[in-house]
T-cell receptor
């Protein structure tokens, strides 16, 4: 069975500083993908970044980067130069990548990030 | 491209009443998901469709929840009768494929309050 663990219920960061949100996962699949989503108070889930289990380089998307450590089963999200608009819930999620694995996303409990001016 | 559309945005009902939610996925997306998100938790999958067939409904409380996607496009999720613990946000998502790294695209959700 797949499981995602986010151990930080809440985080504070000063505007313009970098912050790391932790995510560890458990799976017996060899082929899997890790995703991060942002959920502002308005409720929509916004896709941020993706990392495949066979990708050798860490994924980056603008100010977001994913620190992928496969042996430790961790996929931490790093946000550089935090902005006030980054205040939101952040979810780590995982899915198997093969067709017969179904494709559903399993989510963690989330981390609430607050950016202070 | 237009995103995932959901309606209504909010719904308040009394326990034992019935309610229905509607979702229209991104055009061309074959895979459609319904998630339940209870306050303070991550979303939990209720049901997944591939075109008009069910892929996974293992966590759907089938005694009270039902869902359909008759023509393989839009979908309806129904609760009958509702319980207090059904108060949650119901998120619909779609993806172009159920394999690989393509992300799920979510709608804005329907916030259900059962009193």
């Amino acid at each position: 069975a797949q499981k995602i663990t986010q151990t930080q219920p809440g985080m504070f960061v000063q505007e313009k500083e970098a912050v790391t949100l932790d995510c560890t996962y458990d799976t017996s699949d060899q082929s899997y993908g890790l995703f991060w989503y942002k959920q502002p108070s308005s409720g929509e889930m916004i896709f941020l970044i993706y990392q495949g289990s066979y990708d050798e380089q860490n994924a980056t998307e603008g100010r977001y980067s994913l620190n992928f450590q496969k042996a430790r089963k961790s996929a931490n999200l790093v946000i550089s130069a935090s902005q006030l608009g980054d205040s939101a819930m952040y979810f780590c999620a995982m899915r198997g990548l093969l067709y017969n694995q179904g494709g559903k996303l399993i989510f963690g409990q989330g981390t609430e990030l607050s950016v202070k001016p | 491209e237009a995103g995932v559309a959901q309606s209504p945005r909010y719904k308040i009902i009394e326990k034992r009443q019935s309610v229905a939610f509607w979702c229209n996925p991104i055009s061309g997306h074959a895979t459609l998901y319904w998630y339940q998100q209870i306050l303070g938790q991550g979303p939990k999958l209720l049901i997944q469709f591939q075109n008009n067939g069910v892929v996974d409904d293992s966590q759907l409380p089938k005694d009270r929840f039902s869902a359909e996607r008759l023509k393989g496009v839009d979908s309806t999720l129904k609760i009958q009768p509702a319980k207090l613990e059904d108060s949650a946000v119901y998120l619909c998502a779609s993806s172009s494929t159920r394999q690989g790294g393509s992300p799920l695209h979510f709608g804005n959700g329907t916030r259900l309050t059962v009193t």
